[in-house]
């Protein structure tokens, strides 16, 4: 199975703070992507990356920056956490080229900027 | 601009009967849909997929049709159980490049009475 595993399942920061947010997947998968999901807004994409190194800005990259040293781990970092961030965070990967099953999720990290 | 609307935020239905989930797209750019099914606290799961050049994929108790004339999805669910209960995602894809992209709907909570 297909694992993709996000490092915390709920955070609680200060808002100013530097978050980072840590997106491990074991299936050398090419494609990972960061969505945020917030009641009555669904799943929007934030940032994406379709190769080491290599990112593309999402529907909603503002006040968010990601990292990408290495095949298997993406990660999501809010520069300044702001209480507008509070969201949960999903972490998802897929094969280049492969359409038909979608992503697989992380279980997501519920972040609360105070 | 929401591209992938779901107008129902939440569907009751009793245990054994037909749970009918819809979708509207506006992009007839979309060349792949996919339904998700999220339970609490957990990532999102793939469910079921269909390819624009067809109308109607069946797995099991689900099944998606997709009116492209219409721009319409549907997803159903026969019988419905408890276990269903659930919030299900649509999501439609833009491939410009292999790297299948997905915008999500905002989601209908699915409750199956027993």
């Known amino acids: 199975d297909v694992k993709v595993t996000q490092s915390s399942r709920y955070l609680v920061k200060r808002t100013g703070e530097k978050v980072f947010l840590e997106c491990v997947q074991d299936m050398d998968h090419e494609n990972m992507f960061w969505y945020r999901q917030d009641p009555g807004l669904g799943l929007r994409l934030i940032y994406f990356s379709y190769d080491v190194k290599m990112k593309e800005k999402g529907d909603i990259p503002e006040g968010y920056s990601v990292s990408r040293e290495k095949k298997e781990r993406f990660s999501l970092i809010l520069e300044s956490a702001s209480t507008n961030q509070t969201s949960m965070y999903l972490c998802?990967?897929?094969?280049?080229?492969?359409?038909?099953?979608?992503?697989?999720f992380g279980s997501g990290t519920r972040l609360t900027v105070v | 601009d929401q591209q992938v609307k779901q107008n129902s935020p939440s569907l009751s239905v009793q245990e054994g009967r037909i749970s009918i989930l819809n979708c509207d797209y506006t992009?007839?750019?979309?060349?792949?849909f996919l339904w998700y099914k999220k339970y609490p606290a957990e990532g999102p799961t793939f469910l079921i997929s269909i390819s624009s050049i067809k109308d109607k994929n069946e797995d099991g108790r689900f099944t998606v049709f997709l009116n492209k004339s219409a721009k319409h999805l549907s997803l159903h669910i026969v019988p419905s159980q408890p276990g269903d209960s659930a919030v299900y995602f649509c999501a439609a894809s833009v491939s410009p490049s292999g790297t299948y992209k997905y915008i999500f709907g905002t989601g209908t909570r699915l409750k199956v009475l027993a």
């Open positions: 992009n007839s750019m979309f060349d792949y």
């Open positions: 998802a990967s897929s094969l280049y080229g492969q359409s038909n099953y979608g992503y697989t």
